[in-house]
């Protein structure tokens, strides 16, 4: 399990801003990534500030677990294979490993866990002004919604960097607190 700490400023986009910030970036990779939200019926998770998913990206699977620090999250990433996977989705058998335990420590019963919604994001990445510059259309419970998301190394610089990039792009830049996973639970009414 690897662990690393996000740090990220995000800003909801309408649509023609979106295209508009596309098209300035058009030469970068695009791809699609899916991913599987997971919590219990009674939002367990959710009550303690932990967001749980797995994502599906280019044939590859990584159940992400994300903890609240002062500043940003403490991620802890671990790779599962497309087998166990499908075992969780089809047979709710949570893949055994290292998140298994970690969240057996915090007295969460693995087998009360289950995938409640999906989000697949087609996305942009492009290496910008030291950190990581994120263009998203993502589509769930038959939404779409836009959105820029700015990783860097602190909240601050984060949020300085991509306001100046969208303000001299023309778009308007009001930073978002709600994250994929809360606007895809709410989406279902979770």
Do not use: W
């Not at 910030?21 to 367990?44: C, G, K, M, V």
């Amino acid at each position: 399990m690897s662990n690393a700490i996000e740090i990220e400023a995000k800003v909801l986009l309408q649509k023609e801003d979106y295209e508009k910030l596309a098209h300035s970036f058009r030469s970068e990779p695009r791809y699609t990534q899916t991913n599987y939200y997971i919590d219990s019926e009674d939002r367990i998770l959710s009550k303690e500030g932990i967001a749980l998913r797995i994502r599906e990206k280019e044939g590859h699977y990584e159940l992400t677990l994300k903890t609240p620090l002062s500043q940003g999250l403490l991620e802890k990433n671990e790779n599962i294979t497309e087998e166990m996977f499908k075992a969780y989705k089809q047979q709710n058998v949570f893949p055994k490993g290292d998140t298994a335990r970690f969240l057996t420590m915090l007295d969460i019963d693995v087998k009360s866990l289950k995938i409640l919604t999906s989000l697949t994001t087609d996305r942009i990445d492009v290496d910008y002004e030291g950190g990581l510059l994120s263009i998203d259309r993502n589509h769930y419970s038959g939404q779409i919604d836009y959105e820029v998301e700015f990783e860097y190394n602190n909240m601050q610089g984060s949020e300085e960097i991509l306001q100046k990039l969208l303000t001299d792009k023309g778009i308007p830049c009001v930073f978002n607190k709600a994250t994929k996973v809360r606007r895809a639970m709410a989406a279902i009414g979770k």
